[in-house]
């Protein structure tokens, strides 16, 4: 009965080709399932999220039983004769068993290497806010680069199973050509939101000014960013026409620096207004956390004489410098009663901050 034929095979060849198929199939699955087994229990026991025994596993955990199968059937296939269009179902059916494995593969990489990305930034993000723009742009990266990687591997099929994808190529490039000319501004807007979660030039909750506009960020989204202004309403940004302007983060300010001037009278004395500036110095050097910089006497002019004095508050926070400003100003003038020199009338004290150091608020 073994030497019986069947479809051009005897009856030996079919359970050899069967017996082939059943052992490879069970062994590889086997052999899958005690890998995943090993490396999940030692990454689970001394393996960080994201090391390479957590992505071994992950990696052999997503190869399918259907890739398998199509393995034992191609290993099978090979101990018997069979028509040509048996054949060529056999070699179809691998093929496609190979490239969805190969799909499945690669998606797992774009998760690892997305996953790794976010907690790298989420490692330096300035609070939740960067965290959480991260996330959303990131994942929607994924989505796009998934949808092209299944797209070509689709394309791929179907050539490797001889249908002629030129044409079909070419209408999706001519497709591909008019939907980005309809979406340019959307697409822009996409990737401008990708460039400002790499860079990071500002995040969630940071207080910053765009040209003449101010105010607080509230949400970092994929077409536009909203900041919350400094008179209550919600101010709307393109993300491309964000990036295209000169944006002012004023969390990142580390301290302030201010040019405080006096008017004083023309009528002083010489030898009083040469002990200005040291007086200043003095008033400047009294206040704690407080760099001097410089104090001088400026051109007299029809207004009075001029003092100009630079200090450092060495704190961004906006009222620990109005409290030393406040402080300096007041030791200044008391110094002043001391020596007989007055203010030019009518009183005036011009305080000129830089507009790249300010205050996000406004102030």
């Known amino acids: 009965m073994l030497d019986w034929q069947y479809y051009h095979n005897t009856l030996r060849e079919w359970l050899s080709a069967v017996a082939i198929f059943v052992l490879v199939t069970l062994t590889l699955t086997i052999v899958r399932n005690l890998i995943v087994r090993h490396l999940r229990h030692g990454a689970r026991s001394v393996s960080p999220v994201g090391s390479v025994d957590r992505v071994a596993a992950d990696f052999v955990r997503r190869t399918n039983v259907v890739f398998l199968l199509a393995l034992g059937v191609a290993a099978g296939s090979l101990y018997l004769t069979l028509p040509p269009r048996v054949e060529a179902v056999v070699r179809a059916f691998t093929i496609i068993a190979l490239l969805f494995q190969f799909g499945l593969w690669c998606d797992g ?12 930034q989420s490692a330096t993000a300035d609070g939740e806010g960067g965290i959480a723009a991260s996330r959303t742009t990131v994942a929607a990266l994924a989505v796009f680069m998934r949808a092209v990687l299944w797209v070509l591997l689709l394309l791929v099929g179907l050539d490797s199973l001889g249908v002629r994808v030129t044409t079909l190529i070419t209408g ?28 990071k030039p500002f995040v969630d909750g940071d207080p910053i000014s765009v040209d003449s506009l101010s105010g607080t960020v509230e949400h970092i989204g994929l ?54 500036p040291s007086m200043f110095r003095e008033a400047v050097e009294a206040v704690p956390r ?46 002043l009663d001391t020596v007989g020199v007055s203010l030019a009338r009518p009183n005036t004290v011009t305080v000129v901050m830089p507009a790249e150091r300010g205050d996000g608020a406004g102030r």
Do not use: C, W
């Open 172 to 199: 999706l490039g001519v497709t591909g050509i008019a939907l980005a000319l309809a979406v340019q501004n959307i697409l822009g807007d996409l990737f401008a939101a990708l460039s400002i979660v790499v860079d």
């Open 109 to 120: 990489l774009v998760k690892v290497l997305l996953t790794r990305f976010v907690t790298r």
């Open 223 to 276: 077409k536009t960013t909203r900041v919350r202004a400094i008179t209550g309403e919600q101010i709307v940004f393109s993300n491309a026409d964000l990036l295209k302007s000169r944006i002012r983060n004023f969390r990142r300010l580390r301290e302030r620096t201010s040019t405080l001037t006096f008017t004083l009278d023309q009528a002083a004395p010489p030898a009083a207004l040469a002990r200005v």
């Open 290 to 335: 407080v760099r001097f910089e410089r104090s001088h006497i400026t051109v007299p002019t029809a207004g009075g004489i001029g003092v100009e004095t630079v200090f450092t508050v060495l704190s961004p926070d906006y009222g620990a410098f109005m409290d030393a400003q406040q402080a300096i100003t007041v030791g200044m003038l008391t110094r």
